[in-house]
């Protein structure tokens, strides 16, 4: 075969054309780019692009309390996709699944059920010092579960974990987390109680740290759905898939749910994502503040959280924490935020205790102990086999959760709501909690009796009982809120909205949702732009403050949800109330009310004690100390003078000793004192616009900025008998009143520095002004002739002749 080229052309050029000819198939057939893939619900992806290269890789990542399985419920702690040439990536989308809640745990230890549920690693409790201990799990419904978490620190034990009829035995014999799975014959079977059974051939015992379970649901899928859908991406979780259209596309009809899981099958819906403007709720990289129950409250707070980002859900002085299923949280609640715009989970509530009235004890002392909800506050009982408390409630009412504190004994306590008898071990320290069984959880009751028994004479130190109800206006999940630039605190009966700075309830209304037969009732409410910026914002004043100390951060206004740190200057202690706070600060918090979470505290200073052998143990510093070698020792300190005391601290070093502190043969821990004139607790405050700086003996008013004393004066209360007697002070607004005096001085200064300034432009002017004539008079003589001029300073007429006739 002759070819034939012309003049021009070179081979390379026509092998180069005939190679691009042949790759014209391929180049047309192929795909150079990905765009972005699906993503699992509580989790993201990095690096993000609007589109990826063949090769490139992507990270999966699941947030805080997420772990990450694959299709085959393999654990994977994350997973790395890449860009294929068809335009695919190479693995399916992982999900981010949730731990199952358990509802109780069954052990005697409250530390140990603290750290195995609070989703930590870190924070450990020991088991007992013994060869076996079973500790048991339950979980609000039966399901069946794919895997179990365990973590745990060195100890010589065997743990056994049991679920339906499957086990599996590891050995604890260093730090471990364990991944557990269960076998073929048991991966379909559900259970409702998961067992662990620790054992030992020696005395020992182990630090647990954690247990999670995960458990499938009825409607759950094991691989993600299928896309589509041109120009979107879809955020899935095991029965559900969200759609999210890609920048310049919307979804044709506004909607978002693209499948749902049934039976282990994905179903579809017709979506479509067209050109148009991007939907609302793409590329969402933030979720704004999220709602908080009434009596607690969230930190950080931020104007917008970022996806990823977690908040921590608090109750206020030491309220328990529920769910939306009355489950009762062990810890603090953490939700994220997630990037649909939403946070993880619900918001939890803060339950107070419900009155109890009409108790019936066997002192008026031990009945108020119980009741005033601090559990340092303790009596014990009759020293004998048998005592029976009982209160009422009023109206009758479900009691769905209880708690009872007491010091440790030989006793055994049972309660008695309905037919609902939770019994009580009374052998050491503890608050213990207990919920009703389901035939129990709507019966309603009038009558509470605790019941105190034992095998052998002894008393038991009884400190607080707690019981929570149900109201007929009552509800157990949080409203939906559906108002933006808007947050909702809620309770159980009602939520109130709380518009975002810079906004106000168009209005002037607050009350979003009102409860009714257990279903929310609400009202129309919208936060719109305040024009003024003036509107009145839900909050709190700045708080009042102990003598001897300070609270940070000073502001002139607290928003709702926000708090203040109170410290003690120097080596004061707090009290607060009969509580004594350890540590370097006291946390308390802005409620809806207005009004601070906890009373302000004192700032109390020990009495300064003298002791023979010197200052090594009363100095007030941990790092002298007074050194006792000897079997027995006893060692006076002395006071100054006589006097009450209340409360003391005793610290010591690295030792093995039992250790005493005996005042008028009371038992103590203590050094601090009462002085004669001194009140427990604060005084009320009905000034506004002031501030209150508390001690024990007075209270001192500070009117704020712009507001002085009505009459000058400043003590506000003082104490006489352990009561506060009150002045009637008022804190007026300054009106600003014309200064004669410094109105005079004003003008006068004025006047000083115009006739500097005219001075000074004079001076100025002669001396850059060109002379422009000098002129002389003089009288002629008889003969025609000048007269002489008196003559000064060695000029003579002559001189002044020669002026005369230069001079222009």
């Known amino acids: 075969m002759i070819v034939k080229y012309s003049q021009g052309f070179e081979t390379t050029s026509i092998l180069c054309l005939a190679g691009w000819v042949l790759l014209i198939p391929q180049i047309i057939c192929s795909t150079t780019t990905c765009r972005p893939p699906d993503f699992p619900v509580g989790g993201s992806y990095e690096p993000k692009r609007e589109e990826y290269d063949v090769g490139q890789t992507v990270t999966f990542v699941c947030y805080l309390r997420f772990r990450m399985y694959d299709e085959n419920l393999s654990s994977l702690k994350d997973r790395d996709v890449t860009c294929q040439s068809n335009g695919k990536w190479s693995e399916e989308t992982p999900f981010c699944d949730t731990p199952t809640k358990f509802i109780k745990m069954l052990t005697d230890s409250k530390a140990l059920k603290s750290a195995m549920l609070d989703g930590d690693s870190e924070t450990c409790s020991p088991t007992r010092n013994n060869t076996e201990e079973i500790l048991q799990f339950s979980l609000d419904r039966a399901s069946v579960l ?40 048991f991966a379909n079977v559900k259970t409702e109680i998961i067992s662990l059974q620790i054992s030992s051939k020696t005395n020992s015992s182990i630090f647990l740290c954690e247990i999670q379970v995960f458990t499938k649901s009825d409607k759950w899928c094991l691989h993600p759905p299928e896309n589509s859908i041109p120009n979107g991406q879809l955020e899935v979780s095991r029965n559900q898939a969200a759609l999210h259209c890609g920048k310049g596309f919307r979804e044709k009809e506004g909607r978002q749910a693209y499948a749902i899981c049934e039976n282990n099958t994905w179903s579809y819906q017709d979506l479509q994502c067209v050109e148009g403007e991007p939907q609302k709720d793409h590329n969402i990289l933030a979720c704004p503040p999220p709602d908080f129950p009434e009596g607690g409250r969230y930190e950080p707070l931020q104007a917008e959280y970022d996806v990823g980002q977690a908040v921590t859900y608090y109750c206020n002085n030491m309220r328990p924490m529920f769910d939306e299923n009355l489950v009762f949280l062990y810890e603090d609640r953490v939700v994220t935020c997630q990037s649909n715009g939403k946070w993880s989970e619900g918001t939890p509530f803060c339950d107070t205790p419900t009155e109890l009235k009409n108790p019936i004890t066997s002192s008026k002392e031990l009945e108020s102990t119980v009741q005033d909800h601090n559990v340092l506050t303790c009596f014990p009982t009759l020293n004998d086999t048998e005592e029976i408390l009982r209160f009422s409630l009023n109206p009758g009412a479900a ?24 019994t009580f071990n009374a052998n050491s320290d503890g608050c213990e909690i207990s919920f009703p069984s389901k035939e129990f959880v709507n019966v309603k009751t009038e009558n509470i009796t605790v019941q105190i028994s034992s095998n052998k004479k002894s008393s038991i130190f009884l400190c607080d009982i707690q019981v929570f109800t149900k109201s007929d206006e009552w509800c157990e999940y949080p409203p ?38 257990n279903a929310w009732s609400y009202q129309s409410l919208q936060c719109v732009e305040s024009k003024t910026g003036k509107d009145k914002i839900l909050g709190c004043p700045p708080p009042d403050f102990p003598e001897g100390g300070r609270y940070k951060p000073e502001k002139a206004k607290y928003v709702v949800g926000q708090t203040i740190a109170y410290s003690c200057v120097g080596e004061r202690s707090f009290v607060s109330d009969k509580w004594i706070i350890f540590g370097q600060y006291m946390v308390v918090a802005c409620e809806l009310s207005g009004k601070w979470s906890k009373v302000t505290p004192f700032c109390d200073n020990p009495i300064k004690l003298q002791h023979p052998t010197g200052d090594a143990a009363i100095d007030g510093s941990m790092d002298t100390c007074l050194y006792i070698n000897e079997k027995e020792i006893s060692t006076a300190f002395f006071l100054d003078y006589e006097t009450y005391i209340y409360y003391g601290i005793l610290c010591f070093r690295e030792g093995r000793a039992t250790v005493t502190v005996t005042i008028l043969n009371y038992s103590q821990q203590t050094y601090h004192v009462e002085a004669d004139e001194w009140c427990e607790r604060i005084p009320e405050k009905s000034a506004p616009n002031g501030q209150l700086e508390v001690g024990r003996s007075q209270a001192v008013l500070y009117c704020n900025d712009g507001f002085k004393e009505k009459d000058d004066r400043q003590v506000y209360a003082t104490c006489e008998n352990n009561t506060w007697s009150y002045q009637s002070l008022q804190c007026i607004e300054v009106t600003p009143q014309k200064d004669h005096n410094i109105l005079a001085i004003a003008l006068g200064s004025v006047f000083v520095i115009v006739i500097i300034i005219l001075i000074g432009l004079t001076i100025f002017l002669i001396r850059t002004k060109k002379i422009t004539g000098v002129f002389a008079i003089y009288k002629r003589g008889n003969r025609n002739n000048n007269s002489s001029l008196p003559i000064s300073g060695g000029c003579s007429t002559t001189d002044l002749s020669q002026i005369e006739t230069t001079t222009v």
């Not at 339906?164 to 987390?177: E, P």
Request: charged share 20%.
């Open 146 to 185: 794919y895997a179990a978490v365990v973590c745990w620190k060195k100890g010589n034990k065997m743990i056994n974990v049991t679920f339906s009829s499957d086990f599996v035995t590891v050995s604890a014999d260093s730090d471990s987390c364990i991944l557990i799975s269960p076998s073929k014959e």
């Open 480 to 517: 939906e809120n559906s108002v933006p630039n808007g947050q909702l605190a809620v309770n159980r009966s009602q939520a109130v909205l709380i518009c975002n700075a810079g906004f106000k309830e168009k209005e002037g209304r607050r009350v979003y949702a009102t409860c009714k037969n």
């Open 399 to 422: 009691v769905y959760f209880a708690m009872l504190c007491w010091r440790e004994s030989d006793k055994t306590i049972q309660v008695n709501f309905a037919q609902w008898f939770p």
